[in-house]
């Protein structure tokens, strides 16, 4: 199956860009410019059409560009060596409300859908500076890069996920009012069961993640460091605060845990255990990374993680996804950097950023098409071809 690129991107008052209509080509797409000049914001668009939300802020409304009610994106995917189609196309608009927010509306070929609908339209493989934490950061960072690969895997789970997050809320408000002696404990059962059933599916379908992407994830590092491959498998754990005991099925376990920690939530006002909590570990040899690798050996498993995501999403449908790269190259060694060109090299197309076109490596400025972003006129950006 033909893999779809992203043939055309128009841009109206999304952060620095007020207005934007450019047509890409297959092939990697080079973006380089200044700090600050809009090179990020670009990619930004990109994933908020991919995943419906944007990568750097859970707060909508900055998205807007300042002075702005009104953001909206649109793409337009198709073959590359097929006529534009103008019905292949993705909207996202963006209403600025109050405290940061705003209402979202999101359209496939003018027809209204939700967010999860849009991986089947646009995939993508983000890679950007905040992920060189994933193996020593916050486990959140970890959680987000786990439920962002099984969004665009199963639509299902984006469901259990935002169904969830709903219940979490519910009962983490009804918990301090129990706290305050406004409520009682009775009326958590609710929301309890709804937190055990939602809670049980996401937990579920991070496992049948994890046990899809460890055969990609041993590969993609043995080949990238196949010296440090042979010291230990690299493998992504799971680890949960609701561990199964004596046979439990997830969902027992995860009951098990709120009956215990029942009189401590009440204390604290919010819910201790359940996805929300859990986190995932890199190990190489059952050794955590973060306690013992160094630097750069944490930067080959974050680029194995990567490329272990491309490869489980084109095993999908045969269709590679789009890949995003924002200024990594300069953390990576002359290796990695060598490594990650013949990777991007083979897909039908990659958008990388850059601050100078120096930092990409000579063998992949000779296939890319370059663009430089650059202030305009009146001070937004511009995106132009060459330079």
């Known amino acids: 199956m033909d893999a779809p690129i992203l043939r055309g991107l128009s841009i109206r008052d999304l952060r620095g860009y007020a207005s934007l209509d450019v047509v890409f080509e297959a092939g990697p797409q080079l973006v380089h410019g200044p700090n600050a000049a809009g ?41 590359a060596d097929a ?8 909207e996202v608009a963006l209403v600025r409300t109050g405290s940061g927010g705003a209402r979202k509306r999101i359209r496939v070929n003018g027809v209204a859908r939700r967010a999860g609908s849009l991986a089947s339209t646009l995939r993508t493989v983000m890679f950007a500076p905040e992920d060189m934490l994933l193996v020593s950061g916050s486990p959140s960072l970890r959680r987000e890069a786990i439920d962002a690969l099984a969004g665009q895997r199963s639509m299902g789970y984006l469901r259990d996920l935002a169904t969830y997050g709903r219940a979490l809320q519910q009962r983490n408000g009804l918990l301090r009012l129990i706290r305050e002696e406004q409520a009682e404990r009775a009326e958590l059962r609710f929301w309890d069961a709804q937190l055990l059933e939602a809670g049980t599916a996401v937990r579920e379908e991070r496992h049948r993640l994890l046990a899809a992407l460890a055969e990609p994830l041993a590969v993609a590092h043995a080949e990238i460091a196949p010296d440090e491959a042979a010291s230990g498998r690299l493998e992504v754990v799971y680890t949960t605060n609701a561990p199964q005991q004596g046979g439990e099925s997830v969902r027992d376990a995860l009951a098990r845990r709120l009956a215990e920690t029942a009189d401590k939530e009440v204390w604290n006002g919010t819910t201790l255990v359940g996805p929300h909590r859990d986190d995932v570990t890199f190990e190489m040899g059952a050794r955590p990374l973060a306690s013992f690798a160094s630097r750069g050996q944490q930067r080959t498993a974050i680029l194995a993680f990567k490329l272990a995501e491309l490869d489980l999403l084109t095993a999908l449908d045969g269709r590679p996804p789009l890949l995003l790269l924002d200024d990594v190259f300069s953390e990576l060694d002359p290796e990695r950097r060598a490594h ?10 990659a958008f990388v950023t850059t601050t100078t076109l120096g930092d990409i490596d000579p063998a992949l400025r000779s296939i890319g098409t370059a663009w430089a972003v650059a202030p305009s006129g009146d001070g937004t950006a511009a995106l132009v071809r060459g330079g």
């Open 39 to 79: 090179k990020t914001s670009l990619l930004e668009a990109i994933v908020l059409l991919a995943w419906g939300r944007s990568h750097r802020t859970g707060a909508e409304g900055e998205l807007v560009r300042w002075g702005c009610e009104l953001a909206r994106v649109e793409a337009r995917v198709g073959r």
């Open 340 to 349: 990650l060109v013949r990777r991007i090299a083979a897909l039908p197309q």
């Open 83 to 90: 006529a534009p189609d103008p019905r292949d196309a993705i």
